[in-house]
């Protein structure tokens, strides 16, 4: 993976801890996952093109669903979890 570079709102990200307890930097981590998954999130796609990474977290021990956009060349992180859907799409393109 190419140097990528990663922004987020604060609030967001504290609320995001509180409530999936998950941080954004963690959720980087999903991105450098060589069999990561990349797919368009078509319902909260009104705006701006939205994104969700499937991807390993740091220990390799639970898959995270990371949403994103592209803003200015950067990777900005609107939320980040471990969440059952996003699995279950990742084992199956993985065939795991």
């Known amino acids: 993976m190419s140097e990528a570079t990663f922004e987020w709102d604060e609030r967001k990200n504290l609320d995001n801890q509180k ?10 981590y999903a991105f450098l996952d060589p069999n990561r998954i ?21 220990e390799e021990s639970g898959i995270l669903t990371v949403r994103f956009t592209y803003r200015s060349g950067r990777i900005r992180i609107i939320g ?5 859907k ?3 799409i990742y084992e199956q ?3 795991i």
């Open 19 to 28: 409530k999936h307890h998950v941080s954004f930097y963690e959720a980087q």
């Open 38 to 58: 990349i797919a368009e999130d078509l319902k909260h796609s009104q705006n701006e093109k939205r994104y969700y990474c499937f991807g390993l977290d740091e």
């Open 80 to 84: 980040a979890g471990y969440w059952r």
């Open 86 to 88: 996003g699995k279950k």
């Open 93 to 95: 393109k993985n065939k």
